[in-house]
């Protein structure tokens, strides 16, 4: 079980939501609450329409995507919570069309869409380990271009409410 | 001038109990003004419009009340009050109307602070706030139950949830 605390600004579940799969987690109000409720299809016009917006939606569901798929801690040997928000600031989203290539420097993440690697294919959940060119065998594959935080600036990150209760 | 008169009303309460309520009411009072005077700062629009809305509909009333005392005194004929009574009615209405319009004034300043929806220019917040609706929830409230089909985007306006995930192993 991995439990986050989730305050104002925060979207619940964004993972079920994106993927449209059943709802993985359970989410409980600690207090009394507002909450606006926004239909699926304004979230995904958005995704589609706006690329800065498209990149922060991926970049918030890379922490629960590490959760569910292992391997970040392949290529970047400190997996907490905290260093894996830190990775997403600091990586790039990547949107490929079909047949387009891409050079990762340290290794990948796949949101969505078919890659080709090393005469693999890698699909949704997927992370690339090492470095390398990747081809995108979709219309539309979404990748995270992982840049590993610099260290020195990881450790002076303040500990956040959520990461002091039970660990994943 | 609340003390005395409540003693006054009730003397069977002991003062010693009435001054202990009071005090507890002058804080309380004093923690809103510091919440009113916060709020001022954070959402100047919301304060203004709450204040505007107010002040109208209190003069608006008090126009209902003097109309009435008019054709109570036979100042005006019946017809004449009906139409005047009517179109203050209207505009009590309207300025029900207008809160609606004070509902998009805060979903644009909560949005405007929220990092993911920042970004996003008035076309689009407008587009987002028409596929929205403000809920409500108790303390021990489930947002999201596991297992369940998501098909909203729920984004917290104030206070807080705990997620608990599990993945496919159960763990």
């Not at chain 2, 959402?43 to 009333?61: D, M, N």
């Not at chain 2, 109309?67 to 139409?83: P, Q, R, S, T």
């Not at chain 2, 403000?134 to 917290?156: C, F, P, W």
């Given at each position: 079980m991995f439990h986050m605390i989730r305050s104002v600004g925060c979207v619940l579940d964004a993972y079920d939501l994106t993927y449209k799969e059943d709802a993985k987690c359970e989410a409980k109000a600690r207090n009394a609450l507002k909450a606006y409720e926004i239909d699926e299809s304004a979230i995904t016009e958005l995704i589609n329409t706006n690329f800065e917006f498209k990149k922060l939606w991926f970049k918030a569901l890379f922490n629960y995507c590490c959760h569910l798929h292992e391997g970040v801690e392949q290529i970047?040997?400190?997996?907490?919570v905290r260093s894996i928000r830190k990775i997403a600031e600091h990586s790039d989203i990547v949107s490929l069309g079909n047949n387009q290539t891409f050079d990762v420097e340290h290794g990948a993440f796949l949101f969505q869409g078919q890659l080709e690697f090393s005469n693999t294919t890698q699909v949704k959940g997927?992370?690339?380990?090492k470095p390398g060119t990747v081809k995108s065998l979709a219309p539309n594959t979404v990748l995270l271009n992982i840049v590993p935080p610099n260290r020195r600036e990881l450790s002076r990150l303040p500990e956040r409410e959520y990461e002091k209760g039970p660990s994943q | 001038m609340v003390k005395p008169k409540l003693l006054k009303e009730y003397?069977?309460?002991e003062e010693e109990h009435v001054k202990y309520v009071m005090d507890e009411v002058d804080e309380n009072i004093e923690y809103a003004e510091i919440y009113i005077s916060e709020l001022e700062g954070t959402y100047p629009k919301i304060i203004q419009s709450v204040h505007t809305e107010r002040a109208t509909t209190v003069l608006l009333k008090n126009k209902k009340n003097a109309l009435k005392d008019l054709f109570d005194e036979g100042c005006i004929d019946e017809v004449d009050y009906a139409a005047l009574r009517k179109e203050i009615d209207q505009s009590l209405v309207n300025i029900r109307n207008e809160s609606v319009a004070l509902e998009d004034i805060r979903f644009n300043e909560v949005f405007a602070h929220c990092p993911l929806f920042s970004m996003l220019n008035q076309e689009e917040l407008s587009e987002l706030r028409s596929k929205a609706k403000l809920k409500e929830y108790k303390k021990g409230a489930v947002l999201i139950k596991m297992g369940s089909r998501i098909k909203t985007a729920i984004i917290i306006v104030s206070g807080s949830v705990k997620e608990s995930f599990k993945d496919d192993d159960g763990k």
């Amino acid at each position: 079980m991995f439990h986050m605390i989730r305050s104002v600004g925060c979207v619940l579940d964004a993972y079920d939501l994106t993927y449209k799969e059943d709802a993985k987690c359970e989410a409980k109000a600690r207090n009394a609450l507002k909450a606006y409720e926004i239909d699926e299809s304004a979230i995904t016009e958005l995704i589609n329409t706006n690329f800065e917006f498209k990149k922060l939606w991926f970049k918030a569901l890379f922490n629960y995507c590490c959760h569910l798929h292992e391997g970040v801690e392949q290529i970047y040997d400190d997996a907490s919570v905290r260093s894996i928000r830190k990775i997403a600031e600091h990586s790039d989203i990547v949107s490929l069309g079909n047949n387009q290539t891409f050079d990762v420097e340290h290794g990948a993440f796949l949101f969505q869409g078919q890659l080709e690697f090393s005469n693999t294919t890698q699909v949704k959940g997927s992370f690339i380990t090492k470095p390398g060119t990747v081809k995108s065998l979709a219309p539309n594959t979404v990748l995270l271009n992982i840049v590993p935080p610099n260290r020195r600036e990881l450790s002076r990150l303040p500990e956040r409410e959520y990461e002091k209760g039970p660990s994943q | 001038m609340v003390k005395p008169k409540l003693l006054k009303e009730y003397p069977f309460i002991e003062e010693e109990h009435v001054k202990y309520v009071m005090d507890e009411v002058d804080e309380n009072i004093e923690y809103a003004e510091i919440y009113i005077s916060e709020l001022e700062g954070t959402y100047p629009k919301i304060i203004q419009s709450v204040h505007t809305e107010r002040a109208t509909t209190v003069l608006l009333k008090n126009k209902k009340n003097a109309l009435k005392d008019l054709f109570d005194e036979g100042c005006i004929d019946e017809v004449d009050y009906a139409a005047l009574r009517k179109e203050i009615d209207q505009s009590l209405v309207n300025i029900r109307n207008e809160s609606v319009a004070l509902e998009d004034i805060r979903f644009n300043e909560v949005f405007a602070h929220c990092p993911l929806f920042s970004m996003l220019n008035q076309e689009e917040l407008s587009e987002l706030r028409s596929k929205a609706k403000l809920k409500e929830y108790k303390k021990g409230a489930v947002l999201i139950k596991m297992g369940s089909r998501i098909k909203t985007a729920i984004i917290i306006v104030s206070g807080s949830v705990k997620e608990s995930f599990k993945d496919d192993d159960g763990k």
